[in-house]
């Protein structure tokens, strides 16, 4: 039987580095995705043969369908595992009082990208991962376990960052809409919502100044990691990770029973609607 097989992003330092590390530990194959050369490449070496760093930006699309191609050849047409965990902070303030002009005088657009790494990257992987993990049942694989790091604020907000903290609530809307649809054929989503854990995505003289008692250490990452893989039915949830301790967080309760109907029971109602749009034709 061969061994199977995990892609993390973003995992040439911090909590990527760890669940890679513990993933070769528990006898997995892991396929290093990192944008950064030098960490990846590091990373991959030392946790020896299981291990393949692959360098990609996972905010291009091109970049992330090569990755999934290469990391299911070299595991022997096998995908069982992907972490989508590369994040970025905001590049540019929303509050910014300094916007440019183009030459029609139009207001230049707000760079987005962490957007486009933390969320439509993690869209993205999951709809490449399924394509594999559909493949994988001859090599023995078939069943799928994608995580994707949300944040903290992914629950509550980081007024610093209004897209981060959007784009974090995106993926775990992500993952409470698709979780319940996907494990039907044995993909399992879920997400983890750190506080704070030191790593690179800190700027040094932050880490220096943080109070010790609020910190998360990476063990409580690889604890999550551990509750998805040991259960084949746990989809859907977001976890909070806080100190050593993981709080799966529930959705908001319903406000009364017609939203409640609206949530759970008109299914049938979407089915029929989205039945009717063209939606090859560019909606
Ligand atoms: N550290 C925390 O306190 C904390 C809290 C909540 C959420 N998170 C989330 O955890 C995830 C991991 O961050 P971390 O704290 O380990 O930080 P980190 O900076 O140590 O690691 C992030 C890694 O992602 C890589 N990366 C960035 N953009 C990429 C891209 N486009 N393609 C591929 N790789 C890319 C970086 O090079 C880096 O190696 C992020 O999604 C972050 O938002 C972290």
């Given amino acids: 039987m061969s061994k199977p097989v995990g892609i993390v992003t973003g995992a040439g330092s911090g909590i990527g580095l760890a669940v890679a590390t513990h993933l070769v530990s528990k006898g997995y194959?892991?396929?290093?995705?990192?944008?950064?050369?030098?960490?990846?490449?590091?990373?991959?070496?030392?946790?020896?043969?299981?291990?393949?760093?692959?360098?990609?930006?996972?905010?291009?699309?091109?970049?992330?369908?090569?990755?999934?191609?290469?990391?299911?050849?070299?595991?022997g047409n096998r995908l069982d595992f992907c972490h989508a965990n590369a994040g970025i902070d905001d590049r540019q303030y929303l509050y910014d009082?300094?916007?440019?002009?183009?030459?029609?005088?139009?207001?230049?657009?707000?760079?987005?990208?962490?957007?486009?790494?933390?969320?439509?990257?993690?869209?993205?992987?999951?709809?490449l991962f399924k394509y594999y993990v559909r493949r994988s049942k001859e090599a023995g694989g078939g069943k799928g376990k994608f995580?994707?790091?949300?944040?903290?604020?992914?629950?509550?907000?980081?007024t610093t960052n209004p897209q981060y903290t959007s784009s974090k609530y995106g993926v775990v809307g992500l993952t409470r809409a698709a979780g319940p649809v996907f494990v039907k054929e044995g993909i399992t989503v879920n997400c983890i919502c750190p506080g704070f854990i030191p790593t690179n995505l800190c700027p040094p003289h932050v880490l220096e100044l943080w109070p010790k008692e609020h910190i998360t250490p990476l063990s409580t990452a690889t604890k999550?990691?551990?509750?998805?893989?040991?259960?084949?039915?746990?989809?859907?949830?977001?976890?909070?990770?806080s100190l050593d301790q993981l709080y799966f967080r529930q959705m908001p309760e319903w406000a009364n029973d017609s939203q409640k109907?609206?949530?759970t029971e008109s299914l049938a109602f979407w089915e029929e609607a989205y039945a009717k749009v063209p939606q090859k034709a560019g909606y």
């Fill in 29 to 75: 194959k892991v396929v290093i995705a990192e944008m950064n050369a030098a960490t990846g490449s590091a990373a991959a070496e030392s946790l020896g043969p299981d291990a393949k760093f692959i360098q990609t930006d996972v905010s291009s699309y091109l970049a992330q369908a090569r990755l999934f191609k290469e990391a299911y050849e070299w595991g």
């Fill in 97 to 127: 009082q300094n916007e440019e002009l183009d030459e029609a005088g139009l207001v230049k657009p707000l760079n987005t990208k962490s957007m486009q790494v933390n969320l439509e990257a993690v869209i993205q992987g999951l709809w």
């Fill in 147 to 158: 995580v994707a790091t949300s944040s903290a604020a992914g629950l509550y907000m980081m």
């Fill in 224 to 241: 999550a990691i551990d509750a998805f893989l040991g259960d084949d039915t746990m989809t859907g949830q977001t976890v909070e990770l």
């Fill in 261 to 263: 109907w609206i949530g």
